[in-house]
């Protein structure tokens, strides 16, 4: 694993007085693309929301680029260069693709950067800048999700949390955005992969977490993680 960008050690977040997450350790090399899966209700988004800082009530050692996290509010952690894409796009409907992917570069000041960056969002997916007068809310799955992650490129992201890309997407689909991913990775982004679909988010992982009621039950590359019995068994259906 190369140096460390984000570093999670027995983190401890839930909602209130009920918790989710116990003692989870899991760490994203500066590069890497690392995936995390598990069933639903296995406590993923949790450990993205609390990574991110939308759930402050958290406990243990949460580190972003040499930086302690929990302090942080959402947008100081969005602001260094932690984004992340939310599970069910939540595009606005009513703006166009365009205006959807301004909103992802809304606190930079760099002009000439984010005209770099649409330039780089619309050569990552030509049908947004097809579609970029269109109305996201008329958009398909597919497309909508990928005005969700042009939009979080935008804001020019060190590390990018993706939250469940693959979900209600036809798998044709899946196999384009897969795609992208190792193109975003080329580009100097690191990613943590969220995923129920064992199979799309190892076919691009380097490295694996899986979670199971909100710990951490395995982990390893991903090749290790494929011959693991008890995974073959759970996930991948052996």
């Known amino acids: 694993m190369s140096e460390a960008l984000l570093t999670i050690a027995n983190l401890r977040a839930g909602y209130g007085a009920v918790p989710v997450l116990f003692d989870v350790d899991l760490t994203v090399g500066r590069g890497e693309i690392v995936a995390l899966v598990g069933s639903n209700g296995a406590g993923k988004t949790t450990l993205l929301r609390a990574v991110s800082r939308v759930i402050k009530s958290a406990e243990g050692t949460l580190r972003f680029d040499g930086d302690d996290l929990l302090p942080l509010a959402p947008e100081a952690a969005f602001t260094r260069g932690l984004v992340q894409v939310p599970e069910g ?76 890309m693959s979900l209600g997407l036809a798998p044709v689909v899946v196999d384009q955005l897969l795609e992208v991913l190792t193109d975003i990775r080329s580009q100097g982004v690191t990613v943590l992969l969220v995923e129920q679909d064992v199979f799309a988010a190892f076919s691009v992982a380097d490295r694996g977490y899986v979670m199971e009621t909100g710990k951490i039950v395995g982990q390893g590359p991903i090749a290790e993680l494929q011959n693991d019995p008890a995974v073959r068994e759970a996930y991948l259906g052996a």
Request: net charge positive.
């Open 89 to 164: 796009r939540q595009l606005f409907g009513k703006m166009t693709v365009e205006e959807n992917l301004s909103m992802g570069a809304f606190r930079r000041t760099d002009k000439a950067g984010v005209a770099e960056s649409f330039e780089r969002v619309y050569a990552l997916f030509p049908r947004l800048k097809e579609r970029r007068r269109q109305l996201a809310g008329n958009m398909s799955g597919g497309e909508q999700q990928m005005c969700a992650m042009g939009r979080a490129l935008m804001a020019a992201p060190k590390l990018l949390l993706i939250d469940e």
